[in-house]
């Protein structure tokens, strides 16, 4: 005999198990912030396709061409598909100000992503954490973007300052007494490898550095800079610059028949867009340091990361210039972030989002072995490893171990 159940009972039986079926669907469904529907996601960028800095317009090139392959062969991120939206700063804040605006305010996207350069990040860095808008992977080694009280700003490369101290403990070691000549970009960019070079030297830094020269981006030539260090006499010459200056200073050099220890950033390392227009002459035995594999670099030619790199360059991107160190750097940067926008899930918020960069972790295969990228909700600097490399022939060559620049005593 079944037992009596009254029919209010059943009633409420089937509401509530209806109410749980529908707590149930919609815990299942796709969450969306701003710029973000079930099928897409608005990725925001701007770079310097014209300008001083037009050798880094490759960089967002490389990326276009990493989501237009995520989208085409994986339907993009989680069902989503990225919409990348560039646009053009030519390198000048006051228009990467107006650019940016147009990206939060016009196309509503959900995170300003990988804005090439120092002075444009600084000048919308305040904006875009007042309007909690992600600005992530930030194209620029300024020291600041480590800093998680900045709390949607995050950078992505080696920080400048580290990369200054492993340039001057270097020096210390095998070129002691020597003096060093600096020029240097008169911006953020170039005042934060200062830091890390006062740093270092410490006690010794007037004595060793005899020359400091700025230059400013709009500045047609850098000649007569490179002229005025020579006069100072310094045994060791560092660049610090964007490409275009960086080759100029390395021709003009070669042109006075002048023999520094040269040091270059590694933002200027490229063979194809730096070195070769400057005269490969003039780069014998340039130092600098590394964290992506160079694809000029024989070692890596059967390399599976960088045999899968320049599939994707071939199929995906085949006008980009495969010589040009600046693709590599833009297809890891799009790796990361496809990786990061799968951990979101179906949360795709912008607070979801800065959680997961606090928590990454993850190898690229196209970054030097060891090279790790990591952050914590404390640590917001995602790569620490640089390892020294000397340009001979017609490549870098890489020597001594991995190591970061943190602060203290050489």
Not at 133 to 153: H, R
Not at 346 to 351: D, G, H, I, S, V
Not at 380 to 402: A, H, M, N, V, Y
Request: proline share 6%; net charge neutral.
């Amino acid at each position: 005999m079944q037992p009596y159940v009254s029919k209010s009972w059943k009633l409420a039986a089937i509401a509530a198990a209806a109410l749980f079926a529908g707590v149930t669907a919609a815990a299942a469904q796709k969450v969306n912030d701003v710029g973000v529907t079930d099928t897409e996601i608005k990725i925001g960028n701007v770079g310097p396709y014209s300008g001083p800095a037009s050798a880094y317009s490759t960089i967002p090139k490389t990326q276009a061409a990493y989501f237009k392959m995520i989208n085409e062969t994986q339907g993009g991120i989680n069902g989503r598909k990225i919409n990348f939206i560039s646009y053009d700063d030519g390198y000048s804040p006051p228009k990467t100000v107006e650019q940016v605006r147009k990206l939060v305010e016009s196309d509503e996207v959900f995170a300003v992503y990988q804005l090439i350069g120092t002075p444009g990040n600084s000048a919308v860095a305040k904006y875009l954490n007042q309007k909690q808008v992600p600005q992530i992977f930030i194209g620029s080694g300024a020291t600041k973007w480590a800093d998680p009280k900045q709390s949607w700003s995050m950078g992505w490369q080696p920080n400048y300052q580290s990369e200054a101290r492993i340039y001057s403990r270097y020096i210390q070691k095998n070129y002691p007494g020597k003096t060093v000549g600096i020029l240097y970009q008169n911006d953020d960019f170039g005042k934060d490898y200062l830091t890390g070079f006062h740093d270092a030297f410490g006690k010794d830094y007037a004595k060793t550095i005899i020359a400091e020269v700025p230059y400013e981006v709009s500045a047609p030539t850098v000649d007569s800079l490179v002229v005025q260090i020579k006069d100072a006499n310094p045994d060791i010459f560092i660049t610090i610059a964007t490409p275009k200056f960086g080759a100029q200073a390395l021709k003009k050099i070669g042109e006075l028949q002048w023999h520094p220890i040269q040091f270059f950033s590694n933002v200027i390392v490229s063979v194809s867009a730096v070195l070769k227009p400057a005269g490969l002459e003039n780069a014998q035995g340039l130092i600098s340091a590394a964290y992506l594999k160079d694809p000029n670099d024989p070692q890596w030619k059967n390399d599976p990361a960088m045999n899968e790199w320049r599939a994707f360059m071939t199929k995906w991107y085949p006008e980009g210039d495969q010589a040009d160190a600046a693709t590599v750097f833009g297809y890891g940067v799009a790796v990361a972030l496809v990786n990061v926008l799968k951990q979101c899930g179906n949360e795709m918020t912008r607070a979801n989002l800065m959680k997961q960069l606090s928590n990454m972790d993850m190898d690229i295969g196209i970054y030097l072995p060891g090279v790790h990228i990591k952050t914590t909700p404390t640590d917001w600097s995602p790569i620490k490893q640089l390892q020294l490399e000397k340009f001979e022939g017609e490549t870098w060559k890489l020597f001594g171990p991995l190591m970061d620049g943190s602060a203290g005593p050489s």
